[in-house]
């Protein structure tokens, strides 16, 4: 069966040619033909609807500056450990002034990475135990690159979390599970012993479809149960 | 001008600069959907912040294989709007006012459309500048392909060929990052 011709279907579509008993005889019985038409007088529709989007005026400045707030205000200051020397020990580059924190924090994050440790944390494991999905948890940019973990969802809906390596804080670390596609939504899973694994419940009723993506913080202890936005790990729950 | 891939290394990297260059080209339209959907300025510019605040934390969720930087902030604006409506109707039931309902937008004004809208005068803009300028010719001011060789002085053959590739461009991002049959929840892209 002879297509259409692509100039012809685009004539078309823009109802620039009138549809002659051919056209449509091809079109009734070609479902290709039929979709590319659709698509594009769709396009086409949407097109000439475009004419006052060209040029959008651009958001007022104070837009911006609410933004800039927004973005300081998911970061805690600095833990007491990162002090003048360490800061000045970093290497310097231009960066804004509400990001000196976390650089220091990345700091004492480097600086304490030598007191972890890491176990076999498989030792005492019953093989018997059925993990329905598993995570591997990489380190983000500012943590070191040998922290890590592994986490198993176990078939009785509780998270099994083993860690190596974070950093030391001097507050505590946290469990989350994020929606990867709306990372602001998230369920709070608990806080990480001081030992190598830790079993956490899932609260029952968590979509581990939509929540998939493991996130271990570092909190600090200011009563806000919120997440800090001082992520140190994260992974993927895949089945 | 660095492509959303560089954007999206130097986001995840925690450079504040590439959220500004992701603000500067797009907060715009971004704030354009919010005052679509909340037809309220103020809550818009609400909109638009909470937005770029959300890119920002959630910078790791961006996949630039799977849409571009404005398809994906468009979605989160889109969800920060439903939400915003969703309290402000929650509120309303809380005190009980008994109100119309907001005026039911037209059938072409859903947030679907507008979102194609965007996507689609975004790519335009990408376009280079005689297939663009062929397509704005059709689209705008509903001229033929004859018209607008007179009007562009092109040849005949020319225009049909930057319409035909045009079109052709603006189809396929439309397919990636369009919101209504774009089959970015459904599927795989069609084959063209």
Known sequence: MQHLDPDRLVLLALSEAAEELTDSDHLAQCADCRHEMQALRHVAGVGSETQDLQALPPPPERVWEAIESGIAATRRPAAPVAHIAERRALPRRTRSRWLTPLVAAAAAAVLAVAGTVAVDRFADRTPAEEVTAQATLSPLKAVPPNAGGDVQVLADGQLRIDVRNLPLTTGFHEVWLLDPDDPTRMVAIGNLPDAPEAVLPVPPGTDLKRYRLVDISDEPHDGDATHSGQSLLRGTLTS | ?192
């Open chain 2, 1 to 192: 001008m660095s492509s959303d891939d560089e954007l999206a290394e130097r986001l995840r990297a925690g450079d504040e600069a590439a959220l500004r260059i992701a603000y500067d080209r797009h907060g715009a339209a971004v704030l354009y959907l919010a005052q679509r959907l909340l037809n309220n300025r103020a809550d818009a510019e609400d909109v638009t912040q909470v937005t770029f605040v959300a890119a920002w934390t959630g910078r790791d969720g961006f996949d630039p294989d799977r849409g571009t930087m404005l398809s994906w902030l468009l979605g989160i604006a889109r969800r920060k709007a439903v939400d915003r409506l969703r309290a402000a109707t929650r509120e309303q039931r809380a005190a009980q006012t008994v109100q119309a309902q907001p005026v039911t937008p037209e059938a072409d004004e859903t947030p679907e459309r507008i979102v194609d809208r965007l996507v689609v005068a975004d790519e335009l803009g990408r376009l280079p500048a005689e297939q663009r300028r062929t397509l704005e010719l059709a689209f705008f001011d509903d001229l033929t392909h004859p018209q607008i060789a007179t009007v562009t002085g092109l040849p005949l053959g020319t225009v049909k060929s930057h319409i035909r590739r045009g079109m052709h461009n603006l189809r396929r991002r439309w397919e990636v990052d369009g919101a209504t049959l774009g089959s970015r929840s459904t599927g795989p892209t069609r084959a063209l």
